[in-house]
């Protein structure tokens, strides 16, 4: 009716940790498509990065933004931006983040360089705010669109109750797109804050991995908490906590989700100290 490109597809394809069973995939480019989409049970599929979905895979349709919806327009807007501040045009939901941030270095936009090397969608990226100590998303948004299926909304972040990982917006309530308010600076001084920001991830894993596995408690790091209870190394099926880092579980090449869960409920079992899972698990 609307168009949308529909087809039957192994969401592993679709994730960082390179597991998850089938689903109906709807390509949206446009609102009306997007509006289509979520007339049945949905989720929304960013850059799968934070997904831990089941081998049986999703009975809901799996929404994924794409054509103009995924793409970005950085002019600064002449009566929102000045000498010091740029406020850009709509930046999509399915815009890979790593990608807009090189972009932003060489534009001289700084604001969101503390993000590099945060494998997500720029959607998935504001709405878990996602970050690192150097920085997170909501340090760079002007105003967010949120789609539902009661319609559409602008709001800016002071409308919402945003803080560590979290954006304050409901699940399921999709960000189709942004605008940025970025401080201009000097090309070479954003790529050197990059730079920094990325030594942070020296000490992580470089294989399949939907990166941390839970929230830092109380500031302390859950990867220390969980190398102190002796868990680094521990391994189910073909699933195995880094040696490198102990919040990252990776993928040794076939791992099912059956053996990740079984990897969280072993640390949550050994770790003393409560912690809340950062990942999504699909279902
Ligand atoms: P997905 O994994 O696809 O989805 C995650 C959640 O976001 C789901 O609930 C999904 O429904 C929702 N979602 C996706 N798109 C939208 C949208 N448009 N609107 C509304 N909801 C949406 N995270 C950090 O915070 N800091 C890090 O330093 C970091 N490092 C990482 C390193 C690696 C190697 C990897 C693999 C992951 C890392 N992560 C990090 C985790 C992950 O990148 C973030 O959680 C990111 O925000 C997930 O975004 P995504 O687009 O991949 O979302
Ligand atoms: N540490 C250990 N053992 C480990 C892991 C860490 O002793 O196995 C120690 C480190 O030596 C260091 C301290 O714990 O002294 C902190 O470690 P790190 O610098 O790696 O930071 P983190 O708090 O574990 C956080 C984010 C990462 C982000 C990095 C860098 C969370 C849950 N994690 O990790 O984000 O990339 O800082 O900024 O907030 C993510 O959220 O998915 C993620 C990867």
Redesign the pocket.
Known sequence: RTGARVERLPLSRFTTLGVGGEAEVWFVESHEQLAEAMEQPYRILGGGS?LVIADEGVPERVIRLSGPLAERDLTPDPALSDDTWVVTGWVGGGVPLPGLIRQLQKLGLSGLEGTV??PAQVGGAVWMN?????GEMFDGLHTLEIVTPEGTRQVTPDDLNWG??DSGIPRNHIVTRVRLRLRRAAPEDVLAKMDF?DQ??K??PKMKT???????PGG?????L???AGL?GSRVGNALI?P?????IVNLGGASAADVHALLALIRDRVPVPMEL?YELWP
């Open positions: 934070n090397g945060i996602a970050g690192t100590r150097y560590y990982r920001a942070a991830r000490g992580q939907p990166g941390c596995a839970f929230k830092n302390v790091s859950a990867g220390k969980i190398d102190e680094k880094a490198e880092h102990a919040n990252f950062e």
